[in-house]
T-cell receptor, first 121, second 111 residues
Framework: NAGVTQTPKFQVLKTGQSMTLQCAQD?????MYWYRQDPGMGLRLIYY???????DKGEVPNGYNVSRLNKREFSLRLESAAPSQTSVYFC????????????????????FGDGTRLSIL | TQLLEQSPQFLSIQEGENLTVYCNSS?????LQWYRQEPGEGPVLLVT???GGEVKKLKRLTFQFGDARKDSSLHITAAQPGDTGLYLC???????????WGAGTKLIIKP
């Protein structure tokens, strides 16, 4: 069972370079997320996609763009990398997160990939 | 400002000891999830608590959701080296169905 697959696992970029982080899930989940994890700060949501065809900004979207290519794939793009974007990036998916208040699916667990460790020099 | 405060941030104890970690907030959550993350991997869900006062047990791990649904605790009995990891709590709010994450408690169990 692959679950959530992220590529690449490691990447070193120079300031100003661009790159795309890839994420694919095989659980037929509707919702997908991109987080960054920095020491002492927990997980911070960059962008999410509640369902295929929709994307929304999270807590820290500046400097990033996303594409929900289809139900399985959700990519994160850094157009012009900056040292402040050095972090570990996690992609996650969940059953559904589009119902809003009171929707039982808002309690669904999120399934994570193993992360991409990105360094910007 | 963290909406969810986890304490302690770091805990290192001997195998066989008991411990409790906390997840506190001034906000009310509709549910709260606990995850464990091991080095080089993503977080993995341990449990979800939904009802105020709810207690759930997972082998030697006991999770409790506060009566007012503002806080939660994780108690580990007779800790083992395999319990080592980063423990994260994440809350779901009625007004926003995104998860709110705590910064985590890094736990090391020494043999």
């Amino acid at each position: 069972n692959a679950g959530v697959t992220q590529t690449p696992k490691f990447q070193v970029l120079k300031t100003g370079q661009s790159m795309t982080l890839q994420c694919a899930q095989d659980m037929n989940h509707n919702s997908m997320y991109w987080y960054r994890q920095d020491p002492g700060m927990g997980l911070r949501l960059i962008y999410y996609s509640a369902s295929e065809g929709t994307t929304d900004k999270g807590e820290v979207p500046n400097g990033y763009n996303v594409s929900r290519l289809n139900k399985r794939e959700f990519s994160l793009r850094l157009e012009s990398a900056a040292p402040s974007q050095t972090s570990v990036y996690f992609c996650a998916s969940s059953e559904r997160t589009d119902g809003g208040p009171g929707d039982i699916y808002s309690n669904q667990p999120q399934h994570f990939g193993d992360g991409t460790r990105l360094s910007i020099l | 400002t963290q909406l969810l405060e986890q304490s302690p941030q770091f805990l290192s104890i001997q195998e066989g000891e008991n411990l409790t970690v906390y997840c506190n907030s001034s906000s009310v959550f509709s549910s709260l999830q606990w995850y464990r993350q091991e080095p080089g991997e993503g977080p993995v869900l341990l449990v979800t608590v939904v009802t105020g006062g709810e207690v759930k047990k997972l082998k030697r791990l006991t999770f409790q959701f506060g009566d007012a649904r503002k806080d939660s605790s994780l108690h580990i009995t007779a800790a083992q080296p395999g319990d080592t990891g980063l423990y994260l709590c994440a809350g779901s709010m009625d007004s926003n169905y995104q998860l709110i994450w705590g910064a985590g408690t890094k736990l090391i169990i020494k043999p």
